[in-house]
């Protein structure tokens, strides 16, 4: 691995999320000297994009994770309750009581990891996660055009490790399938999800919503 120059810092970083990177670009721009730490293979941390075959790797390796984590935590009872049946005859000869020991030994005892979950998939997602090209926000979001926080992220000059795209569309997930979800008037009329005479009612309620809105006091 190269070395790290310089090798002293005033901060330093775990990890390279979002919140990370905007502590270390405050603090560096506060004339400290920051160094971004993170164990994982992909920047970003838990806002990291990965592409499709990384993303299957990232949950092979946190189910392997996790089962080692069951492993160690039935390890660590197993070993609890013997010590705790061979501290007994003494605690009981002695008249001393137990219930601090009690308390210490469940306050330092991990938690338990999530049981129960099944991943379902379909071929034809299979063949498009071995897609380089495709990638999957890790904790997608939306920001809109004048909100504070896309102000904020180009003060501390977070913008330069972000990359923006405009929202090209929306898709449900209906009947086992991926359907657009119309974003004009020619698309909502050419889509066959809704009869004519539903389109047409909608169109009234979501007009009467705006309309609603604008008044004195908005809708309620």
Sequence with gaps: MDQIEPDHFDVVVVSSGLPEVLIGSALARAGKSVLLLDSTESYGGSWASLSGPDYVR???????????????????????????????????????????????????????????????????????????????????????????????????????????KLIEGSYIYLSGKLRPVPASRAELFADKALP???????????????EASRAPGGCR
Excluded: W
Excluded at 93 to 114: F, K, T, W
Excluded at 157 to 162: D, K, S, T, V
């Design 196 to 210: 004519l005479a539903a389109k047409r009612t909608l169109g009234r309620f979501l007009a009467a919503c705006v």
């Design 58 to 164: 990232s949950l092979v390796s946190r189910q392997l994770e996790h089962q080692l984590s069951v492993k160690q935590q039935q390890q660590q009872k197993e070993k609890q309750h013997q010590q705790e049946q061979q501290d007994a005859p003494s605690r009981h000869n002695d008249g001393s009581s137990s219930a601090a020991c009690r308390i210490a030994l469940h306050a330092v005892q991990p938690h338990a990891g999530v049981s129960g979950v099944s991943l379902y998939t379909y071929p034809e997602v299979e063949q498009a996660l071995e897609n380089k090209q495709l990638l999957i926000d890790l904790a997608p979001k939306v920001l809109y055009q004048d909100e504070g926080m896309v102000e904020l992220l180009v003060s501390c000059q977070a913008h330069n490790y972000l990359e923006f």
